[in-house]
Structure formats: C-alpha cells, structure tokens
C-alpha cells in the first residue's frame, strides 16, 4: 500500500484546512487509516482514525469537535476537514494505514505511512 497525503499549508489562527490522503496498492488489505501528527521537538500525536470499510471513526481530545475524518472508497481517499485551528495544530501531518485491528492510536503498530504534509497556523 502507497499512501500519499496533500492539502497543507499555512493558515491563520480560526481558519480551516483540508488535508487528503490518497491510497494506492493493495487497499483491499486496509483495515483502518490514521492521522498522526508531529509537532518540533514532540512526540509524534495520534489525530483520528477511520475503518476503511465501515467507516467508523474515532478522534483524539485535543481535535474532537475540531475535526472530521472520512473517507470515499470509490477514490480511494481519506479527508481529515480541520476546523477552529490553533497554533497548536502547528505540525506536520502523515497519514497511516494498516492491515490488522486493535489499538488504533498506536503509531508503531501502523505498516504504511505517507510522507507528512506540513499545517503552520499563525496567531
């Protein structure tokens, strides 16, 4: 599985951003895809997840309310919508896939990754 995330940038403080991920490959095998974040000199930051095929999701506390995850399988794609961005959204974003259940915020246990797509909010 190949993944390739875009829709990064550089917005101010209150804005929104839409990053996608698109996959490629075997995406039969997906069983859920992730966003992380990393932020400098942070450790990397579970965002959100969603089953690839019945679509359930599940956030993090620091974006629930925040942001929506989802997914067209048709396209192959996960959407993560971010709304009311803050500073400390400020991170490079990757997104993630794996063919296997259990502990969805777990970074390690995440087989394929993108390469990260870089969100600077600005106060």
């Known amino acids: 599985v190949q993944l390739q995330a875009y829709g990064g940038g550089m917005v101010q403080a209150g804005g929104s951003l839409r990053l996608s991920c698109t996959a490629s490959?075997?995406?039969?095998?997906?069983?859920?895809v992730g966003w992380f974040r990393q932020a400098p000199g942070k450790e990397r930051e579970y965002v959100a997840h969603i089953h690839w095929s019945g679509g359930y999701t599940h956030y993090g506390d620091s974006v629930k309310g925040r942001f929506i995850i989802s997914r067209d399988n048709v396209k192959n794609s996960v959407t993560l919508q971010m709304d009311s961005l803050d500073v400390g959204d400020t991170a490079v974003y990757y997104c993630?896939?794996?063919?296997?259940?259990?502990?969805?915020?777990?970074?390690?246990?995440?087989?394929?990754w993108g390469e990260g797509t870089l969100v600077t909010v600005s106060s």
């Open positions: 993630a896939a794996r063919p296997t259940s259990g502990q969805p915020m777990s970074a390690r246990l995440y087989n394929y």
């Open positions: 490959g075997n995406t039969r095998s997906i069983y859920f």
